[in-house]
């Protein structure tokens, strides 16, 4: 029964997060059946509370899941539902307006509990924040653009020129609305008014 479940609902090498699986079996039972099928090696145990069905490869074992991975299902995106958005240095180092690679990856996720606290998944570690307001498909960019801007200064390299026009570019081409900002940037300090006017912004908004 849980095979026909997890083979039914997720693909090879995608995330299982115990929490998510709805059978009509207790907790204990949950658990001793997912220990069978890992013992078999039908599954594998990723981390605690975290399984996958194995993909097809070379290499003994098959293959595995990536911590990076993990966290985007676990905080970002799952079973089509957007949750949160990278932050922070991991999100200006994406744009390209910062040439830090963070070790450190840092996401808003409305999984959050505490306004900012640290995890781990698999020795990744994580700094993650609560939202100002529920994430969600409509609203995550222009959320992720504006927490952004709120330490526009701190996150751009001191020689990145084009940085400005990076973020821009980046707002033409995902069309962020000028009514969504005007919606949602009172939730943030006022030195993101500042950030928006300096960078030129509303001359691009959709």
């Known amino acids: 029964m849980l095979l026909d479940y997890l ?14 699986i709805h059978l009509p079996v207790s907790d204990t039972n949950l658990r001793q059946m997912l220990k069978v099928l ?12 975290i399984y996958y ?24 995106s799952r079973n089509n539902k957007t949750e949160g958005y990278y932050s922070g ?8 307006i910062s ?3 963070p070790v450190v990856i840092e996401l808003v996720s409305n999984e959050a509990s505490a306004k900012v606290r640290e995890v781990s998944i698999k020795n990744q570690r994580i700094i993650l ?29 001191e020689d990145n020129t084009a940085a400005p026009e990076i973020i821009r570019t980046y707002v033409r081409d995902i069309k962020i609305k000028r009514s969504d900002v005007d919606k ?6 006022m030195k993101v008014y500042k950030n928006i006017y300096e960078t030129r912004l509303y001359d691009v908004f959709a």
């Open 184 to 189: 949602y940037i009172s939730l943030f300090p």
């Open 89 to 96: 240095y991991t999100f200006a180092n994406q744009l390209g």
């Open 7 to 20: 083979q039914e609902n997720y693909k090879n090498n995608e995330p299982i997060f115990v929490a998510d």
């Open 99 to 101: 040439s830090q690679v």
């Open 53 to 76: 069905l194995a993909g097809i490869s070379r290499l003994k074992g098959g293959t595995s899941l990536s911590p990076g991975e993990v966290v985007r299902y676990k905080y970002i």
């Open 38 to 49: 890992c013992d078999k090696g039908t599954i594998h145990r990723f981390d605690t509370g």
């Open 129 to 157: 924040r609560k939202p100002r307001t529920e994430i969600n498909d409509s609203n995550c960019k222009v959320l992720q653009l504006l927490d952004l801007m709120k330490d526009f200064e701190q996150y751009s390299d």
